[in-house]
């Protein structure tokens, strides 16, 4: 059974940081494009953050670039979200995704096959 877990979320001030984990099972993701995505109460879910399979190379949303970091170990099978000068528009439910076998850092949600279950991020002002 294919999954991704993530863990690292919670409630910090404005300001503050996070490390975000997500854990693959199941499979091996080294060949695969991994990405985070969040949605907030009442909105649609939207791109963060992408990296391509060696690491080599990353996406960010343009609301995040500079705060944030993604990145990846294979030898894990887990990528990580460094969230550093959190605000409280960063309160969202994060998710971590897996596009089977995309060689490039991909920002478009339809092209991940594989979903976690979402950590909740709290940001208070």
């Known amino acids: 059974q294919v999954q991704l877990v993530e863990s690292g979320g919670g409630l910090v001030q404005a300001g503050g940081s996070l490390r975000l984990s997500c854990a693959g099972s199941?499979?091996?993701?080294?060949?695969?494009?991994m990405g985070w995505f969040r949605q907030a109460p009442g909105k649609e879910r939207e791109f963060v953050a992408a990296?391509?399979?060696?690491?080599?190379?990353?996406n960010y949303a343009g609301s995040v670039k500079g705060r944030f970091t993604i990145s990846r170990d294979n030898a894990k099978n887990t990528v990580y979200l460094q969230m550093n000068s959190l605000k409280p528009e960063d309160t969202a439910v994060y998710y971590c995704?897996?596009?089977?076998?995309?060689?490039?850092?991909?920002?478009?949600?339809?092209?991940?096959?594989?979903w976690g279950q979402g950590t909740q991020v709290t940001v208070s002002s």
């Open positions: 995704a897996a596009a089977r076998d995309r060689m490039i850092a991909t920002m478009r949600e339809h092209e991940y096959d594989y």
């Open positions: 199941g499979r091996t993701f080294s060949r695969d494009a």
């Open positions: 990296i391509n399979w060696s690491g080599g190379n990353t």
